[in-house]
């Protein structure tokens, strides 16, 4: 009996896996192709010169989801290789499946899409907002609840972010609102519909250990390094996209050291938790995206970053206890506190923002993160002309209210659906483990 649950989902995985990178190739081979050479010097100098400016911040940017995002994850001491594995395989299939759905509903032309550098570079945002939710289930999900996850996910995000950005004219270049917030609660409303209300003592393998905390921190200084990157790559190029890697910047080195101070003045000995440092750090990355390519002073990069590290220690110190004993709401890695409320923060700012930029400035003319591409920015950029900057004001808190609802609805659902038995959640007592999924030498030659 035991020997069947436990290698019933080692054979589903690979089965589902194989249907899908099978029908991906025949839907490759049918409906996908590279755009033709230009025939004009100028224009292929002008292709030449947009790939070798996106492509150094598209390999940061895979640095930072599969190394940076790999490791903060690690922090749980036997967990580990499934840690940095599924993120792998999340990011790739995430990324495929939104580039299949992304091209069927923005890029079919004549019954061919056509990929490009930027093609796969939104396509590899909405995968972020899988690997985010993920944390919020971390160790107590089988890979294919995961991928399921995944699945419904991806759709889910891009119906809200064509809401949100083309529809409202929402200004969001760093994914603040799009990506932080709608992939938090949408990973808390999967959470609490999965194991609903049921509530259990710490798990033994549940406590980071001084190893496993040290890969954690890791990772976050090679996100700290690399975000701007991420923040900065769907910006025009020029005075926005430099305005947007200074203010990134500056935000994260308040976040940084306002983390410190936080967290030495929140313990009674004054020492420091790893669990504020490996996610504070990077509260003022999440928080500066909204707004980091808008007019502002960079005293206002400064102040958003120390809150933002603020907001995420406190919450991990005072809110994440409560709503584990009010709402039996389970969050494993805090993604609340990293990705929930500096985004919320976020969102309040970009409204004050938009009400005092001077509209002769270049915020007045966002890049956006959407599939569209640059049509949608010029819809943006003539929406907020006629709408003023009260309308737009009106506008971002509306982007963010639709982010909150919609994800938390579509997360709920989703949840509901991973609780299907034909999954192969992992009993209670082997969660958090790496050898329900993985040969471990040292398991393997012991008896």
Wanted: proline share 6%; charged share 10%.
């Amino acid at each position: 009996m035991a020997v069947s649950l436990s290698t019933r989902p080692h054979r589903l995985l690979p089965l589902f896996l194989g249907l899908f990178q099978g029908a991906l190739l025949l839907f490759f081979a049918l409906f996908v192709t590279y755009d033709e050479p230009p025939e004009q010097a100028e224009d292929t100098n002008l292709v030449a010169k947009q790939v070798y400016s996106t492509f150094p911040f598209f390999q940061d940017i895979q640095v930072m989801l599969v190394v940076g995002l790999g490791l903060l994850l690690a922090f749980l001491p036997r967990y580990g290789f499934s840690a940095l594995t599924h993120n792998f395989l999340l990011l790739n299939f995430s990324m495929q499946w939104a580039l299949v759905l992304q091209g069927l509903l923005h890029h079919l032309h004549h019954g061919q899409i056509h990929l490009d550098l930027h093609k796969l570079l939104i396509s590899e945002f909405a995968a972020v907002t899988v690997l985010i939710s993920v944390g919020a289930i971390l160790g107590r999900a089988s890979p294919c609840q995961l991928l399921v996850m995944a699945t419904c996910e991806i759709p889910a995000y891009l119906a809200s972010e064509w809401l949100i950005v083309t529809c409202l004219g929402v200004l969001d270049v760093g994914g603040t609102i799009t990506i932080h917030v709608f992939s938090c609660y949408f990973g808390l409303g999967v959470s609490k519909a999965l194991f609903r209300t049921t509530q259990q003592p710490l798990h033994p393998k549940e406590t980071p250990t001084p190893r496993s905390d040290l890969m954690s921190l890791v990772g976050t200084l090679i996100l700290w390094v690399f975000w701007p990157s991420f923040v900065a790559v769907l910006c025009q190029p020029g005075d926005a996209q430099h305005r947007a890697i200074l203010n990134t910047l500056l935000a994260m080195s308040a976040s940084a050291i306002t983390t410190v101070v936080a967290s030495s003045l929140l313990e009674r000995d004054g020492k420091l938790s790893p669990g504020h440092l490996q996610n504070g750090s990077l509260a003022g990355g999440v928080a500066i995206g909204v707004v980091a390519d808008m007019a502002m002073p960079p005293v206002a990069a400064l102040a958003l970053g120390s809150l933002s590290a603020l907001v995420c220690v406190l919450g991990f110190r005072f809110l994440t206890p409560l709503l584990g004993r009010r709402l039996t709401l389970r969050d494993q890695c805090g993604i609340h506190n990293l990705h929930g409320l500096p985004g919320i923060l976020g969102a309040a700012a970009s409204v004050v923002a938009v009400l005092v930029a001077p509209k002769d400035t270049s915020a007045s003319h966002p890049s956006q993160l959407s599939p569209a591409g640059g049509n949608a920015s010029q819809a943006v950029e003539g929406q907020w002309r006629d709408r003023g900057a009260g309308g737009q004001a009106l506008c971002q808190a509306a982007g963010l209210a639709v982010a909150l609802g919609a994800s938390l609805l579509a997360g709920l659902l989703t949840g509901t659906a991973l609780r299907l038995p034909g999954l192969a959640r992992p009993p209670e007592l082997l969660c958090f483990d790496d050898s329900l999924y993985f040969k471990i030498q040292d398991q393997a030659e012991s008896p």
